[in-house]
Every structure is written in structure tokens, then in C-alpha cells.
């Protein structure tokens, strides 16, 4: 605000803020990598103890240890950089000289920030070493005993293949299914009033019942009715069916979504041309609308897989149901961690493709 | 009869009444340009005579045929009146070419090699074949509005509604858009467009309509509309408009 009745055109000045040359942060990142360091060797030692309890001996195995145990020093490079720059950034502020005291103050604080978040890594990993040999490798024994899953590893994949069998048929219908239900759910004018209830009916249905209701019901209830078709279906096609139907309803929303994102101005455009209702989603509405739905369709595809462990629930050979069988035969749950280990597997690729399809995504949206 | 007969048109959003029993008349090969206030309904009044609107009152007719109401073949109507929009709206996902010959392919049944054949003549004619592969986004915003133009050209539509269409465009590429739909005005065809172009109404418009509180609050040739408009509102109207001097 200018004062009133000055009509000089003053100019206005604003003294500029010191910049902090982040010594403190940066001994405080100097000081946790020592004290990591320190930490390392004693978790190595202790390893080292329980192996020679266990009458364990291999020269590998030590040479591994050592290394684990030096390793933390690298940690000592950016906290000593960090230094360094905040030694800058203080002669550079005692000489006055802002900007380069700003800019030498900012490396110590990216420094520092560099070497405090591998040491919280380092802290993670340790502490999990720490769990894993607690009680005399308790944990290690229960969770991965390497000669149990070597041995049922067999067993297990064969049981995995029904998950996957089971997953691909679901998938693929449920992605049919659910763009059925979202073209019926978007349907204009009245006489399509019905569908759309019905189809709003079935996916509000679906959408709160959990999975393993649906199964339980559709797995043991139809062959109950005793109607012929359903009796002889096999279990793993009446788990399609559940599965099916929870996803589809899932699947549907993603569509509708996806289709609503599309501006109506498109829609206008395409209609105002003489095009049908059918023909404006078939040429401009699906194929914009598909580069969008494509991420999250797959991360309903990598949810259905993991359901299709609940399966078991109505007896079904799969991947969990075999490992905890063999499970309660061992009293040890190593077999389970197999299939938690195939789970992981197969999951991981698809979770990086979605990220790499959203990026892609976002890429094309900031050109414009 | 005229070519087209818009009689006493009523158009509700909800209890906004954007039409308040609108009448307007337009003879084949005019050029009609509707003026008036931001949100009075022009671009309401161009999406009802596209039938992209439904109306709740009166009727319009084009060639005496009534196209409101139930029981128009919509997309035969459209076939029949073409409309622009002031956002452009080309389809992202298509080529210009594509863009272009959709319409005439998948409405009027044309084979693909004859809806490219015109659609490389019309994009000949604005100057524009070489980008007939290019996608939208490769398009400056007067190059985008022209292919748009084209597009509802190459339906042959015996009338062309155009919505502000030079109004999101920078003012250096304002031109080569005018410059078409002189060519077109020339050449008879029968326009409707709402604008904020005045210099542009006053030299092309066969009639200028001063829309208000969802009416045609004044109608006139432009020499007289501009000149010496009888009604205050309109006179408000344009002096505003010499104000920020655009006329
Ligand atoms: N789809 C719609 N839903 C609700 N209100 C609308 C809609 N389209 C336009 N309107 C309203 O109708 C009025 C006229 O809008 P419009 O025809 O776009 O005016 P103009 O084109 O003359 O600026 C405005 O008040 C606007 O808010
Ligand atoms: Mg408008």
C-alpha cells in the first residue's frame, strides 16, 4: 500500500532472508551414519553368534557378513559432502556473498537429506535381521525353511496353475461383462429405464458384498439346487462365475468412469455430425476413453488375482488350500511362503506395467 | 414459407428459462449473425436447431418439415444442418483426414476412397492437405477451426450453424478463419452465426439479430442495426462493444 497523497512512484524494497548453511542438519547426518555404522557390526556379530550356535560354518557366509558390515560407511560420503558445503555456505556468508551461501547452504540440505534417508533404509533392514534371528531364528525356521520349500515347491506350482486358469477365464470374462454393464448403466431415454436399474442394481449389489460371500454362495449353493448344469460344473467354473460376477461389477465402474471423463463436447460434436448413439461411442467416445482405462482395469485384473485365493473356501485344490495342507502336516508355515513368494511374482511385473502405462499417460496429457 | 422457421421457441435448464418464445425467420443463401450479451442463449438457440437440445415450447421448421418434437429422425436432421463450435471439438484420437471423413463414411454409407478423394479437396482448398495426416494437436487453433469447418462441410448440409467460433482463437489467426466463411457466405450458403466479430457481422450478415432475456429483442440490416439502433438495450449493447473497442 502506498501512503496516501504520495504520488512518487517510490521504489519498494524487501531485505533479503539470510540463507542457513545447515551445519547442524549436516552433523546430524554425519553423527546417525556412525552410529548406523556401529549398529551394523553389532547385528553382523550377532548373526554370526547364532550361525556358530547352529553349528553353521562357511567361509562365504563370513565374507558376506563382513561386507554387510562395511557397507554402512559408504553413508559417511554424503554426510561428509554435506559438511562441507554448510563450511562453504558459512565462508561464503561471512564474506557476504548470498547467493553462493544460498547455494552451497541448499547441497548441504540435499546432502543431508540423502544420507538420512538411506540411513533409514539401513535402520529397516537391520531391525528385520534383528526379528528374523530373534528367539534362535524362530522366524527364519517357521516362515523359510529352505528344505521345506524345496520339497513341496512341486506341489504347489501344480496347484498354482488352477489359480491361474482360474484367474485368466474370470479376467477375461469379467472385462467383457463389466462393459456390457456400464454400456447398459449409460443407455439414454426412457425406454431403457429398466436396463439401467437393473444394471445400477447388480453393480451397487456386487460392488458391497465381499468376494468371499459371493464364492461361498455360488459355490456351494448352486449345486445344492440340484439343477443338472450347474451339478456337473466343475468348482474351479462355478469360482469363474463368483469371481465373474464381483469383478464385472468392478470392471463396470472403471468403464463408466472412463467413458463420463470423456467431455460431452465430444459427444456433441460426433452426434451433431450425424452420427448414432452406437456409432459415437464405437469411433470417438471407446478409444479416447480406453488410454485411460486401461490402468485401472489392470489393477482390478491384479486384485481378482489375489482373490483367487478365497477359492478354497469351498474346496478347491488351489496354490494356499495345497500349502496349508502341507502346512498342518509340517507344523510350519515355509510352504505358505511359497505361495505368498508366486503371488509376488507374478504381481510385481504388472503393477510396473500399469505405473508405465499411467506415466505414459500423464506424458501425453502435459504435451497437451 | 421461409427456409428456416424458428416460432415461438421456449428452452428451460431447470427453472432457468434460456428461450422465452424466440422467433426467427432465415431465407436460403443468408447469412444470419446473432449478437448480444454473454449467456442471452445463442449457443442455446444454434444447439436447439441442431437438435442437440430439446425444446419445451414452439416449433422449428426447416423446408416446412418440422424438426422438434417427437418423432424427428434426429440424425437425419443433422445430416442436414451442419454446426461448429467455438472450442474447435475435433476429435484427438483421429487424423485430420480421419476427422473429416468419419461422418461421411459411417452416416452417408460414402466408400472411404471417395470421402478421402473430397476430403483432400476441401483441405485443398483451405490450404491445409499437407497436415491431412497430422493429428489436432499438431494444428494451430485457426488451422483446427478451419478442418472443423470442413468437416461439417463435407456432410453437404444445406444450412451451417456456427457458435463463436473465431472467439478462442489468438486475434492474428482470427482472419484466415473469417476468410472462409466469406468464401462460403459468397458462394450462398445459408449461415447462422452467433459472434462477438462485429466489424465481420456488419460486412457479411444479410440480417443482424440483437438477442436478449431470450428473445430477439431487435432485428435489422446490419447498415441499420449498427447504425441506428432503435432499442435502448441494444444501444447499451453496442456502445460497450465500442468501448472495448472491438467496432
Ligand atoms: N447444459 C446447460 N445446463 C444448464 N444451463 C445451461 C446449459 N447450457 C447453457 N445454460 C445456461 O443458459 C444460458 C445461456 O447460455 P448460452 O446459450 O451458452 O449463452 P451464450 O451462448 O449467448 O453466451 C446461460 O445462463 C447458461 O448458464
Ligand atoms: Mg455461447
Same mark, same amino acid.
Given at each position: 500500500?502506498?501512503?496516501?497523497?504520495?504520488?512518487?512512484?517510490?521504489?519498494?524494497?524487501?531485505?533479503?532472508? #539470510?540463507?542457513?548453511?545447515?551445519?547442524?542438519?549436516?552433523? =546430524? *547426518?554425519?553423527?546417525?551414519?556412525?552410529?548406523?555404522?556401529?549398529?551394523? !557390526? %553389532?547385528?553382523? %556379530?550377532?548373526?554370526?553368534?547364532?550361525?556358530?550356535?547352529?553349528?553353521?560354518?562357511?567361509?562365504? /557366509?563370513?565374507?558376506? #557378513?563382513?561386507?554387510?558390515?562395511?557397507?554402512?560407511?559408504?553413508?559417511?560420503?554424503?554426510?561428509?559432502?554435506?559438511?562441507?558445503? +554448510?563450511?562453504?555456505?558459512?565462508?561464503?556468508?561471512?564474506?557476504?556473498?548470498?547467493?553462493?551461501?544460498?547455494?552451497?547452504?541448499?547441497?548441504?540440505?540435499?546432502?543431508?537429506?540423502?544420507?538420512?534417508?538411506? *540411513?533409514?533404509?539401513?535402520?529397516?533392514?537391520?531391525?528385520?535381521?534383528?526379528?528374523?534371528?530373534?528367539?534362535?531364528?524362530?522366524?527364519?525356521?517357521?516362515?523359510?525353511?529352505?528344505?521345506?520349500? @524345496?520339497?513341496?515347491?512341486? &506341489?504347489?506350482?501344480?496347484?498354482?496353475?488352477?489359480?491361474?486358469?482360474?484367474?485368466?477365464?474370470?479376467?477375461?470374462?469379467?472385462?467383457?461383462?463389466?462393459?456390457?454393464?456400464?454400456? *447398459?448403466? =449409460?443407455? $439414454?431415454?426412457? $425406454?431403457?429405464?429398466?436396463?439401467?436399474?437393473?444394471?445400477?442394481?447388480?453393480?451397487?449389489?456386487?460392488?458391497?458384498?465381499? +468376494?468371499?460371500?459371493?464364492?461361498?454362495?455360488?459355490?456351494?449353493?448352486?449345486?445344492?439346487?440340484?439343477?443338472?448344469?450347474?451339478?456337473?460344473?466343475?468348482?474351479?467354473?462355478?469360482?469363474?462365475?463368483?469371481?465373474?460376477?464381483?469383478?464385472?461389477?468392478?470392471? /463396470?465402474?472403471?468403464?463408466?468412469?472412463? #467413458?463420463?471423463?470423456?467431455?460431452? +463436447?465430444? %459427444?456433441? /460434436?460426433?452426434?451433431?455430425?450425424?452420427?448414432?448413439?452406437?456409432?459415437?461411442?464405437?469411433?470417438?467416445?471407446?478409444?479416447?476413453?480406453?488410454?485411460?482405462?486401461?490402468?485401472?482395469?489392470?489393477?482390478?485384473?491384479?486384485?481378482?488375482?489375489?482373490?483367487?485365493?478365497?477359492?478354497?473356501?469351498?474346496?478347491?485344490?488351489?496354490?494356499?488350500?495345497?500349502?496349508?495342507?502341507?502346512?498342518?502336516?509340517?507344523?510350519?508355515?515355509?510352504?505358505?511362503?511359497?505361495?505368498?513368494?508366486?503371488?509376488?511374482?507374478?504381481?510385481? $511385473?504388472?503393477?510396473?506395467?500399469?505405473?508405465?502405462?499411467?506415466?505414459?499417460?500423464? @506424458?501425453?496429457?502435459?504435451?497437451? | 414459407?421461409?427456409?428456416?422457421?424458428?416460432?415461438?421457441?421456449?428452452?428451460?435448464?431447470?427453472?432457468?428459462?434460456?428461450?422465452?418464445?424466440?422467433?426467427? +425467420?432465415?431465407?436460403?443463401?443468408?447469412? !444470419?449473425?446473432?449478437?448480444?450479451?454473454?449467456?442471452?442463449?445463442?449457443?442455446?438457440?444454434?444447439?436447439?436447431?441442431?437438435? #442437440?437440445?430439446?425444446?419445451?415450447?414452439?416449433?422449428?421448421?426447416?423446408?416446412?418439415?418440422?424438426?422438434?418434437?417427437?418423432?424427428?429422425?434426429?440424425?437425419?436432421?443433422?445430416?442436414?444442418?451442419?454446426?461448429?463450435?467455438?472450442?474447435?471439438?475435433?476429435?484427438?484420437?483421429?487424423?485430420?483426414?480421419?476427422?473429416?471423413?468419419?461422418?461421411?463414411?459411417?452416416?452417408?454409407?460414402?466408400?472411404?476412397?471417395?470421402?478421402?478423394?473430397?476430403?483432400? @479437396?476441401?483441405?485443398?482448398?483451405?490450404?491445409?492437405?499437407?497436415?491431412?495426416?497430422?493429428?489436432?494437436?499438431?494444428?494451430?487453433?485457426?488451422?483446427?477451426?478451419?478442418?472443423?469447418?470442413?468437416?461439417?462441410?463435407?456432410?453437404?448440409?444445406?444450412?451451417?450453424?456456427?457458435?463463436?467460433?473465431?472467439?478462442?482463437?489468438?486475434?492474428?489467426?482470427?482472419?484466415? !478463419?473469417?476468410? =472462409?466463411?466469406?468464401?462460403?457466405?459468397?458462394?450462398?450458403?445459408?449461415?447462422?452465426?452467433?459472434?462477438?466479430?462485429?466489424?465481420?457481422?456488419?460486412?457479411?450478415?444479410?440480417?443482424?439479430?440483437?438477442?436478449?432475456?431470450?428473445?430477439?429483442?431487435?432485428?435489422?440490416?446490419?447498415?441499420?442495426?449498427?447504425?441506428?439502433?432503435?432499442?435502448?438495450?441494444?444501444?447499451?449493447?453496442?456502445?460497450?462493444?465500442?468501448?472495448?473497442?472491438? &467496432?
Amino acid at each position: 500500500m502506498r501512503e496516501p497523497g504520495s504520488n512518487s512512484k517510490e521504489v519498494r524494497r524487501r531485505n533479503p532472508t #539470510l540463507p542457513r548453511d545447515g551445519s547442524g542438519f549436516a552433523w =546430524l *547426518a554425519l553423527t546417525l551414519a556412525i552410529l548406523l555404522w556401529l549398529a551394523t !557390526v %553389532w547385528v553382523m %556379530w550377532q548373526v554370526k553368534q547364532v550361525m556358530t550356535a547352529n553349528g553353521f560354518q562357511a567361509l562365504w /557366509a563370513d565374507i558376506l #557378513l563382513g561386507l554387510v558390515a562395511i557397507l554402512p560407511l559408504g553413508l559417511l560420503f554424503p554426510a561428509s559432502q554435506s559438511l562441507r558445503q +554448510s563450511g562453504a555456505a558459512r565462508r561464503a556468508l561471512q564474506s557476504e556473498n548470498l547467493i553462493a551461501a544460498r547455494v552451497h547452504g541448499s547441497e548441504a540440505h540435499t546432502w543431508a537429506w540423502f544420507t538420512l534417508g538411506y *540411513a533409514g533404509a539401513l535402520l529397516l533392514f537391520l531391525l528385520f535381521v534383528l526379528f528374523f534371528i530373534a528367539n534362535n531364528v524362530a522366524v527364519g525356521r517357521t516362515f523359510f525353511q529352505l528344505e521345506l520349500i @524345496a520339497n513341496s515347491f512341486g &506341489l504347489i506350482l501344480q496347484a498354482f496353475w488352477i489359480n491361474v486358469v482360474i484367474f485368466l477365464f474370470a479376467g477375461f470374462f469379467s472385462l467383457v461383462w463389466g462393459l456390457v454393464v456400464a454400456i *447398459a448403466k =449409460l443407455l $439414454p431415454g426412457k $425406454p431403457a429405464q429398466p436396463i439401467r436399474f437393473i444394471a445400477t442394481f447388480y453393480t451397487d449389489a456386487f460392488l458391497s458384498l465381499p +468376494s468371499i460371500i459371493v464364492i461361498y454362495l455360488i459355490g456351494f449353493g448352486l449345486p445344492l439346487t440340484g439343477i443338472g448344469f450347474f451339478r456337473n460344473l466343475p468348482l474351479e467354473a462355478l469360482a469363474v462365475l463368483a469371481l465373474t460376477l464381483t469383478y464385472g461389477a468392478y470392471m /463396470a465402474e472403471v468403464y463408466r468412469a472412463g #467413458l463420463e471423463s470423456i467431455h460431452p +463436447s465430444q %459427444w456433441a /460434436a460426433a452426434r451433431s455430425l450425424g452420427l448414432s448413439y452406437g456409432q459415437t461411442l464405437r469411433f470417438v467416445i471407446i478409444p479416447q476413453a480406453v488410454r485411460r482405462i486401461i490402468p485401472p482395469l489392470l489393477n482390478n485384473f491384479i486384485g481378482m488375482q489375489k482373490d483367487t485365493a478365497l477359492v478354497n473356501v469351498v474346496g478347491v485344490i488351489d496354490a494356499f488350500n495345497q500349502a496349508r495342507i502341507i502346512a498342518s502336516n509340517d507344523f510350519n508355515l515355509s510352504a505358505v511362503t511359497t505361495v505368498a513368494i508366486l503371488f509376488i511374482l507374478i504381481t510385481i $511385473p504388472q503393477t510396473r506395467l500399469v505405473d508405465r502405462l499411467v506415466e505414459r499417460d500423464r @506424458a501425453r496429457f502435459r504435451q497437451g | 414459407m421461409s427456409f428456416l422457421e424458428i416460432k415461438n421457441v421456449r428452452k428451460r435448464f431447470g427453472a432457468n428459462e434460456v428461450l422465452r418464445g424466440l422467433n426467427l +425467420s432465415v431465407e436460403e443463401h443468408q447469412v !444470419v449473425c446473432l449478437i448480444g450479451p454473454s449467456g442471452c442463449g445463442k449457443s442455446t438457440l444454434l444447439r436447439c436447431v441442431n437438435g #442437440l437440445e430439446e425444446i419445451q415450447g414452439g416449433e422449428i421448421r426447416l423446408h416446412g418439415d418440422r424438426i422438434t418434437g417427437p418423432g424427428v429422425d434426429l440424425n437425419a436432421l443433422r445430416r442436414d444442418v451442419g454446426i461448429v463450435f467455438q472450442s474447435f471439438n475435433l476429435f484427438p484420437h483421429m487424423t485430420v483426414l480421419q476427422n473429416i471423413t468419419l461422418a461421411p463414411t459411417q452416416v452417408l454409407r460414402m466408400p472411404e476412397a471417395e470421402a478421402q478423394e473430397k476430403a483432400l @479437396a476441401l483441405l485443398r482448398r483451405i490450404g491445409l492437405e499437407h497436415k491431412a495426416r497430422a493429428y489436432p494437436d499438431q494444428l494451430s487453433g485457426g488451422q483446427q477451426q478451419r478442418v472443423a469447418i470442413v468437416r461439417a462441410l463435407a456432410m453437404e448440409p444445406m444450412l451451417l450453424l456456427l457458435d463463436e467460433i473465431t472467439s478462442a482463437l489468438d486475434p492474428e489467426l482470427v482472419s484466415e !478463419v473469417l476468410n =472462409l466463411l466469406r468464401e462460403l457466405a459468397q458462394e450462398g450458403m445459408t449461415m447462422i452465426l452467433a459472434t462477438h466479430e462485429m466489424g465481420f457481422a456488419k460486412e457479411v450478415a444479410s440480417k443482424v439479430c440483437f438477442m436478449y432475456e431470450g428473445v430477439v429483442h431487435e432485428e435489422g440490416p446490419p447498415e441499420q442495426i449498427f447504425a441506428h439502433p432503435r432499442h435502448e438495450r441494444t444501444q447499451q449493447f453496442l456502445s460497450s462493444i465500442i468501448e472495448a473497442g472491438r &467496432l
